[in-house]
């Protein structure tokens, strides 16, 4: 090695030998160059083989020296080369150890793809150095979206603009650097029913949610009073790794049906008499109505007092569509007690199918009853006799 040397001696004569001449020959040594064969470098895993919260690698230096004794490395840790991590120390027989906390910020920031590098030099017996590098690959760390709550809103009720309005926020957190955030993109979803959304459903990249519906859509103003209609959409973290299905109720109301066609009639003491001695009459209501499946009206039907003790003498009924239809005996005192022109008046009340009131009234007309002659109808008289003027 350096510093060494080595006398090579050589004895030479004379030609009679009678004489002897020794040459010294020192061979100096220099310093040969060692040679590092392999074991310089590994690659880590984010979050992989994890040992107490840290990434571990090992490996083994091998070296070639030609000069004696120097086939081994000064042990003791490695210089970092510019700023590292994590920490690497090394053996004599070139055996080293890396060690990082898989936990640091910066080694869980790493995504899919990301790499960090971490060098480190060492150095043989004879003063020369070798790098060994370290290569940390990320990882996909998992997205954690939190403060999720459904919203709902109520027709005719939360009204802006004509416009339904909800909202929400949802929280989001990713280790990898960028990532702790929402693609703005909205997937529709169909419901339970496999009904798609009426509304509409949009993020912000921080969470913030909006939910819009128009009031006056069909689908909206058909929910009756208790009925409910969910909208389905799903949200995705930027990465794509995680997603959340948001849910707004639409919540209906009663709306008031639209009651019309005929619901006042009328018949008259002793005219158009029907079998059964009845004078009846018939007419049609017509109802239309936003909440679904109310259009139509209940067949129960209710005597209205009149204000004086008296209900309706008479009958009434009603279908489903509104066809109703009214009989009253002809032969019943309430109606042959009505003189000429006077008229008695019958309420009745029908309910639509949301149970909305609604009153038909029937008017009963009197007419002038010929009177009946009870006795004293026929008497005897003889010609050219008194005549009893009081008899």
């Known amino acids: ?92 027989d070139g055996i080293w150890t890396y060690t990082i906390d898989n936990t640091l910020t910066q080694v869980q920031a790493l995504d899919v793809g990301d790499t960090l590098v971490e060098s480190f030099i060492v150095t043989s017996a004879d003063g020369t150095e070798h790098t060994i590098s370290v290569t940390l690959n990320g990882a996909e760390d998992e997205t954690f979206i939190t403060n999720y709550a459904p919203d709902s809103v109520k027709e005719d009720t939360d009204e802006v603009a004509g416009e339904l309005i909800g909202g929400g926020k949802l929280d989001i957190a990713d280790l990898d650097v960028g990532e702790a955030a929402f693609n703005t993109t909205v997937t529709n979803l169909t419901n339970d029913d496999g009904q798609s959304p009426l509304g509409t ?18 689908g909206v103003q058909e929910l009756g009073d208790g009925d409910t209609r969910v909208e389905r959409f799903e949200v995705a973290s930027i990465d794509g790794s995680k997603t959340q299905i ?19 009639g009328g018949v008259i003491e002793d005219t158009d008499i029907q079998a059964g001695d009845l004078l009846k009459e018939s007419g049609q209501l017509t109802i239309s109505d936003t909440d679904q499946g109310e259009s139509q009206f209940q067949t129960s039907v209710t005597k209205v007092d009149d204000g004086n003790g008296l209900t309706p003498v008479g009958t009434l009924t009603i279908d489903a569509t509104g066809a109703w239809n009214y009989e009253i005996d002809n032969t019943d005192s309430s109606v042959q007690s009505l003189s000429e022109g006077e008229t008695r008046t019958e309420t009745f009340q029908v309910l639509s199918e949301d149970g909305t009131m609604h009153n038909i009234v029937i008017t009963i007309t009197g007419v002038n009853d010929l009177p009946s002659i009870v006795s004293g109808a026929s008497d005897d008289a003889t010609e050219d006799a008194a005549v009893d003027l009081d008899s």
């Open 1 to 92: 090695g350096d510093g060494d040397s080595r006398d090579e001696v050589f004895r030479v004569y004379s030609i009679d030998g009678s004489s002897y001449q020794d040459i010294v020959v020192t061979i100096q040594g220099v310093d040969g160059a060692p040679t590092i064969i392999s074991g310089d470098s590994d690659e880590l895993t984010e979050d992989v083989a994890v040992v107490g919260n840290n990434l571990i690698a090992t490996e083994q230096l091998v070296i070639s020296d030609e000069d004696a004794g120097e086939n081994v490395f000064n042990a003791g840790a490695g210089t970092s080369v510019g700023t590292t991590l994590g920490s690497l120390s090394i053996l004599a």
């Open 246 to 264: 948001i849910e707004v109720t639409i919540e209906g109301t009663d709306d008031a049906p639209v009651i019309a066609g005929t619901d006042i």
């Open 201 to 218: 459903l949009t993020i912000l990249a921080d969470g913030t949610w909006t939910y819009k519906v128009d009031n006056s859509l069909t």
